[in-house]
């Protein structure tokens, strides 16, 4: 059996096809992703963009394409935050699947919170209960759990992307800028450590290319290189303080240039 899946993400589009069978459970047949920005605009705004929903059906086009080329036998399709909360969130979902055949779906934030739980379980070998954050570009997810259950998971309005076109827009932040962003953020997590509260872990776990970026981030600032190894992707509670004042207060161009982030991770 041949498998298809699309997220449709607030920035990037993905597209995944494994195989499966009984000798072997899944293999990668195919994968790919294009940057699409579906979010731009949309999270001041209320509404996806006609730009930005032109450019994601123009990439959904393609990946139409390649399911069929592929022969997929069953395909899920899912779209996250940026349709989420769009006013024309559900008009985009019918155009896709009226148009393409793709059965693209909205995914809750609590269920975009424990498949990202999932995700982390697959990739990580846990013992103890744990929490695992991920940052995407229109929300964020929290989960408390451990490997046989999640006991607590939730979605937060606090993606790069959303955060960035609501608070920040001088090159560098201005000083009201960076509080009002702070403020913002405080406000909303408050609320989920009050929950956390209740629970103990001895791990703590950051997912999605945001938090790879500040991993790298943290390691330019050691005057290190790339981290390629779990051991040297940890950040103490220091150094994340020291890189989020030197975040604040540089310009995009020292951004790249002394952390060497993609030119669209710059913010």
């Given at each position: 059996m041949t498998l298809g899946v699309i997220d449709v993400g607030t920035n990037t589009v993905h597209l995944l096809i494994v195989r499966c069978s009984p000798r072997q459970p899944w293999h990668i047949v195919h994968q790919e992703h294009h940057r699409t920005r579906l979010?731009?605009?949309?999270?001041?705004?209320?509404?996806?963009?006609?730009?930005?929903?032109?450019?994601?059906?123009?990439?959904?086009?393609?990946?139409?394409?390649?399911?069929?080329?592929?022969?997929?036998?069953?395909?899920?399709?899912?779209?996250?935050?940026?349709?989420?909360?769009?006013?024309?969130?559900?008009?985009?979902?019918?155009?896709?699947?009226?148009?393409?055949?793709?059965?693209?779906?909205?995914?809750?934030?609590?269920?975009?919170?424990?498949?990202?739980?999932?995700?982390?379980?697959?990739?990580?070998r846990v013992r103890h209960p744990c929490m695992v954050v991920t940052i995407g570009g229109g929300s964020a997810q929290v989960i408390y759990g451990d490997r046989t259950s999640v006991r607590y998971a939730t979605s937060v309005p606090l993606g790069c992307a959303r955060l960035a076109q609501q608070f920040l827009h001088h090159d560098p932040p201005s000083p009201a800028e960076i509080d009002r962003l702070t403020r913002h953020i405080r406000r909303i997590w408050t609320l989920v450590i009050q929950q956390l509260r209740h629970y103990r872990w001895r791990h703590a776990y950051g997912g999605s290319a945001a938090v790879a970026d500040l991993a790298e981030v943290v390691a330019r600032m050691r005057g290190g290189v790339t981290p390629t190894r779990t051991s040297q992707r940890v950040i103490a509670q220091a150094e994340l303080q020291r890189t989020v004042t030197w975040l604040s207060t540089s310009t995009a161009a020292q951004r790249r240039r002394v952390a060497k982030l993609h030119a669209h991770r710059e913010q």
């Open positions: 979010g731009d605009g949309g999270f001041v705004a209320g509404r996806l963009t006609r730009a930005a929903m032109t450019r994601t059906m123009t990439v959904l086009q393609r990946y139409a394409k390649t399911l069929r080329r592929f022969r997929v036998d069953r395909l899920e399709a899912a779209a996250t935050s940026a349709v989420r909360d769009a006013a024309n969130g559900r008009l985009f979902v019918r155009r896709v699947r009226q148009r393409l055949g793709i059965p693209l779906r909205i995914m809750s934030g609590r269920r975009e919170a424990r498949l990202s739980y999932l995700g982390m379980l697959a990739m990580n």
